[in-house]
């Protein structure tokens, strides 16, 4: 693996990535006034997963905490305050927060799982 790949790989790449996903996923979710939906918190999921393959279990947890607050600040009645007044959406952003723990840990332990084959595949080609 090269240095630039290591270095994407790094802690504060991944710290950096799980501020950054969930903030250009929202400013790019805003302008269309998604609130009426519920579908776009998979996009959020997505984020979430894709730092936990890459990055690992912190990141990916970093990144569903920052969605969770971005989901309940922009889309969540009443809007723009951390305050949720309809019991259901508070029940769906736990849920969704639990579900983005679970997807980032489960896909930070097939990261770690793949890391050994890929150090082995490369000890044998060297």
Do not use: K, W
């Not at 890391?115 to 080609?125: K, N």
């Amino acid at each position: 693996m090269g240095r630039l790949a290591t270095a994407l790989r790094s802690r504060p790449a991944g710290l950096a990535l799980a501020v950054l996903g969930p903030a250009c996923l929202t400013v790019i979710l805003v302008p269309f006034q998604v609130s009426q939906s519920r579908d776009f918190v998979f996009l959020y999921l997505a984020v979430v997963a894709l730092l936990g393959l890459g990055f690992g279990l912190a990141p990916a947890l970093l990144s569903a905490a920052l969605s969770f607050l971005c989901v309940d600040y922009f889309f969540v009645v009443p809007f723009h305050t951390l305050t949720i007044a309809d019991e259901t959406d508070l029940v769906n952003l736990l849920v969704f927060f639990g579900t983005a723990g679970v997807v980032g840990g489960l896909a930070s332990r097939r990261r770690r799982a793949d890391t050994p084959r890929s150090f082995t595949a490369q000890l044998e080609t060297s």
